[in-house]
């Protein structure tokens, strides 16, 4: 379709949304972006279009959006599915796309939900204050344990099969799964920057940081990071820094992913 691509989603933080930006950063391609709102105007947009239900399209349940044409996407690994097939970020071969697709849901569940539930661990819409205990406590088993073992997984995708080597979570072709390990993992050291750089010095996830510095030397990528469409982390994201949350401990063990 030559319609624009238009995202729908709340403005202020970088959010889920900002996986589909980063995907259409890098293929270069012009969209709409409720960012450019007031956060009234911006929240008016997602009820909008939650509510709206046309052209075949159901209601849905939270934003991110992607409206293109008459199809309107929620959930962020369907939308961005939906972009990599389009824009030639899912992988060469037939079934690349749900290799892709398994890679990037596997980050999202580890160092986005995880992550979000480290500081709202008992109800998302209690405030932070109110679980301050049980935050820390999450936190710090997150930490110890979930944290190492997610950054271990993605240790050894990278490292690869002999005969597929490459930088990059597929080998050597650059998709949009390395795009969200690259957001998570920037979200996270927003997070935990004590915890993480404790990680990074250890030398036992180096090709997971490099794909993290990588990502960010892409030509569209530092272009977009530097400009004042990357709109900044605040502590009402999923990434929010709490400083007494920031433990350093040493790993007990892995838990199971």
Request: net charge negative; charged share 25%; glycine share 8%.
């Amino acid at each position: 379709m030559t319609a624009p691509y238009e995202l729908i989603y709340y403005t202020g933080v970088p959010g889920r949304g900002e996986h589909v930006r980063l995907l259409l950063e890098e293929a270069g391609r012009p969209y709409q972006d409720t960012r450019t709102l007031s956060f009234g105007e911006a929240r008016d947009a997602v009820v909008h279009w939650k509510d709206a239900g046309t052209h075949g399209n159901p209601k849905y349940f939270a934003p991110p959006l992607l409206k293109h044409g008459d199809l309107v996407l929620s959930q962020t690994p369907n939308i961005l599915l939906y972009l990599g097939r389009q824009l030639g970020l899912a992988g060469p071969q037939e079934n690349d796309a749900y290799r892709v697709n398994a890679l990037a849901l596997t980050v999202l569940d580890g160092l986005s939900n995880e992550a979000h539930d480290s500081h709202h661990p008992i109800a998302l819409m209690l405030p932070y204050e109110e679980q301050k205990e049980e935050s820390r406590r999450r936190s710090q088993y997150w930490i110890e344990n979930r944290l190492p073992s997610h950054l271990e997984y993605w240790q050894k995708v990278l490292e690869g099969e002999k005969d597929n080597p490459g930088p990059w979570l597929l080998g050597g072709t650059f998709t949009y799964a390395d795009l969200v390990l690259f957001q998570c993992l920037d979200g996270t050291t927003y997070a935990f920057p004590k915890a993480m750089e404790k990680f990074k010095a250890s030398g036992n996830y180096d090709r997971v940081f490099k794909l993290w510095e990588d990502v960010k030397a892409r030509p569209n990528i530092a272009a977009y990071l530097a400009s004042d469409r990357r709109q900044k982390y605040q502590d009402w994201g999923i990434y929010r820094h709490y400083p007494e949350n920031d433990l350093i401990g040493e790993p007990e063990q892995q838990g199971a992913l």
